[in-house]
């Protein structure tokens, strides 16, 4: 069974709040049915059958935090953040854990054999979110870390 963290303060995130029940309890099936790498895979059939009503892509859509991918699956955009404290770019290979989830990662196209983001979107909407995913953003950071440090 996989067992997952959860944000005890969703109900009081704005963006949650503002939710019709339908989509509340759409958010709930798919974070605890997306895998390890928060690709999320819609079957409309068991959607209407689990949530009580009819969900359509929009409806999947219409939650800030996923998107489509171009091989039709859904991306929840944040969920490697939040699960396991790090960004994408900051995966290891060498952690079991993170093995399987960049694995994932690579077969969606999110990201590349290199580890390099594929997915613009992805990126985009996590930048969104005030995460720095790219090594270029990383680099930046450090710079102004190191700016930050500096004597006059």
Partial sequence: MVKRLFDTNIWQKEWFGELPIKLKVLVFYIFGNCDCAGVFEANYRN????????????DILNIKQIIKLPNGKFYLTDFIKFQYGVSI????????????????????????????????????????????VTAQNKDKDKDKDKDKNKKP
């Fill in 47 to 58: 959607l209407k059958f689990y949530i009580g009503d009819k969900i359509s892509e929009e």
């Fill in 89 to 132: 770019e900051e995966l290891n290979p060498k952690f079991s854990v993170h093995k399987g989830v960049i694995k994932i990662l690579e077969k969606n196209d999110i990201i590349g054999k290199d580890g390099q983001i594929l997915n613009f979107e992805t990126v985009t909407k996590e930048l969104d979110n005030g995460y720095n």
